[in-house]
């Protein structure tokens, strides 16, 4: 399957961390996802994005090679997967990937625009045995399927959160999860100056209203995809049932290395 674009997709926006102007152009590709950052002598690095690459999963993904750094990928990752891209070179002019409000709806606005279609994905990808990983009381599955689903279980403390299940599979719409905003608590917001622009946790709610009432839920389901696409394949792509219990970056990393492996 060769699916890339016809031609370049521009885009420009303000770095989250960086609080800088971040261009980022997406190009035709003919060799799987690649990131190419300027470096300080103004030549070019390319960076793989496979799980092979990752040098930080603390708060987002963040992809490097020898000095230079790429963050904040998993949402344009996301976006690119769900419209059944597979082959495309990124040129990043910053630091980080634009993070918009907090979705992959930057990405599918910018799809739409320029009258890029979905394309279906098949599930042709055999998984040759369960997967599991485990950080602490977290967990994350893999287990061999007829289809492909992804499966979330989130437990929050928090009135309008508590205990969350949600699915995205082969029958779900893209809006499902492209949609789903990032949330964080009021503390980590101000230390980022994002307070007042994200979805931010208060004791009682939320300080925006929700565009789903289980929107936290589905946005672990949009990470959850778009990390998965560092294994090198469209996660649609394996008939398998992905079960992630309270997990993130960490542990979704380390199963895309290990699809990547298990694959080679």
């Not at 907090?102 to 055999?126: C, H, Q, R, T």
């Not at 949609?179 to 208060?202: I, P, Y």
């Amino acid at each position: 399957m060769y699916n890339t674009v016809a031609q370049p997709l521009i885009l420009s926006a303000i770095g989250l961390t960086s609080k800088q102007m971040v261009k980022v152009e997406l190009k035709p590709g003919n060799s799987g996802i690649n990131f190419f950052l300027k470096t300080s002598s103004q030549s070019l690095i390319k960076i793989p994005a496979t799980a092979n690459y990752v040098v930080n999963t603390l708060r987002n993904v963040v992809l490097g090679i020898k000095s230079e750094r790429i963050c904040l990928v998993e949402h344009l990752l996301a976006a690119i997967g769900l419209f059944g891209l597979n082959n495309l070179d990124i040129f990043v002019d910053g630091p980080e990937i634009p993070l918009g409000d907090g979705s992959a709806k930057l990405w599918l606005d910018l799809f739409y625009a320029n009258s890029l279609k979905p394309v279906p994905v098949v599930a042709d990808i055999e998984l040759p045995e369960p997967v599991v990983f485990k950080q602490n009381s977290s967990y994350l599955l893999a287990l061999p399927d007829s289809r492909f689903s992804l499966n979330y279980l989130m437990d929050w403390q928090h009135p309008l959160i508590g205990k969350r299940w949600q699915e995205f599979n082969d029958k779900s719409l893209i809006e499902d999860i492209g949609l789903a905003r990032t949330f964080g608590s009021l503390k980590d917001h101000k230390l980022l100056g994002v307070d007042e622009v994200m979805v931010t946790l208060t004791p009682d709610g939320f300080s925006q209203e929700l565009i789903f009432n289980d929107e936290p839920v589905r946005h672990k389901l949009l990470d959850l995809f778009g990390d998965l696409m560092l294994s090198g394949y469209n996660p649609q792509r394996f008939k398998a049932k992905f079960i992630s219990v309270k997990g993130g970056h960490t542990l979704d990393v380390k199963m895309a290395g290990k699809l990547l492996d298990l694959l080679k």
